[in-house]
T-cell receptor, first 114, second 113 residues
Framework: AQKITQTQPGMFVQEKEAVTLDCTYD???????LFWYKQPSSGEMIFLIY??????QNATEGRYSLNFQKARKSANLVISASQLGDSAMYFC???????????FGEGTQLTVNP | DVKVTQSSRYLVKRTGEKVFLECVQDMDHENMFWYRQDPGLGLRLIYFSYDVKMKEKGDIPEGYSVSREKKERFSLILESASTNQTSMYLC????????????FGSGTQLSVL
């Protein structure tokens, strides 16, 4: 069974600094996709970035990049130049190719301080 | 713009009541999902559907059922609501592919008293 672990319940970062949110996963499926979502206090789930297990390069989307280390089964989210609006809950998730379901981690609450 | 709409943002029900949570998507997506979100537990999958009239149990289906009579609509049913079903419920939809992201509704905060 697939499993996602986010070990940081809360993280703090100063505005304009970079921050890394950790995510490890476990799966026996050789083909899978990894996702990061942001959930601000308004409650909406916002898709940030996707990484496929066979992608050769780490995914990047603007200030977001995914540090994908397949051998270590980790998919950490890096946010560069943090902004106050980045304060939110962040979820890591995985979908195996063999299935349709997306399994989420417990989430990390990020607070950006001015 | 793609849209997943949940019928209620907030809902208050009594223990033992039958509760219907409705979700509609306008993207012609094959897959639809119901999650519940609780602090410290992340999002947990209750049920999902990959086609009309098809459904599969997620990780925590007990106490819930679902209905998908039309492609665009996926309903979550609490047959007899209990206080431990007080939670945020999130509906989502996606295309049928492992690299397709989920689109989420804005959520329904259900309180069972």
């Amino acid at each position: 069974a697939q499993k996602i672990t986010q070990t940081q319940p809360g993280m703090f970062v100063q505005e304009k600094e970079a921050v890394t949110l950790d995510c490890t996963y476990d799966t026996s499926d050789p083909s899978y996709g990894l996702f990061w979502y942001k959930q601000p206090s308004s409650g909406e789930m916002i898709f940030l970035i996707y990484q496929g297990s066979y992608d050769q390069q780490n995914a990047t989307e603007g200030r977001y990049s995914l540090n994908f280390q397949k051998a270590r089964k980790s998919a950490n989210l890096v946010i560069s130049a943090s902004q106050l609006g980045d304060s939110a809950m962040y979820f890591c998730a995985m979908k195996e190719t063999s299935g349709s379901r997306l399994t989420f981690g417990e989430g990390t609450q990020l607070t950006v301080n001015p | 713009d793609v849209k997943v709409t949940q019928s209620s943002r907030y809902l208050v029900k009594r223990t033992g009541e039958k509760v219907f949570l409705e979700c509609v998507q306008d993207m012609d997506h094959e897959n639809m999902f119901w999650y519940r979100q609780d602090p410290g537990l992340g999002l947990r999958l209750i049920y999902f559907s990959y086609d009309v009239k098809m459904k599969e149990k997620g990780d925590i289906p007990e106490g819930y059922s679902v209905s998908r009579e039309k492609k665009e609509r996926f309903s979550l049913i609490l047959e007899s609501a209990s206080t431990n079903q007080t939670s945020m419920y999130l509906c989502a939809s996606s295309l049928e592919s492992h690299n397709e992201k989920l689109f989420f509704g804005s959520g329904t905060q259900l309180s069972v008293l």
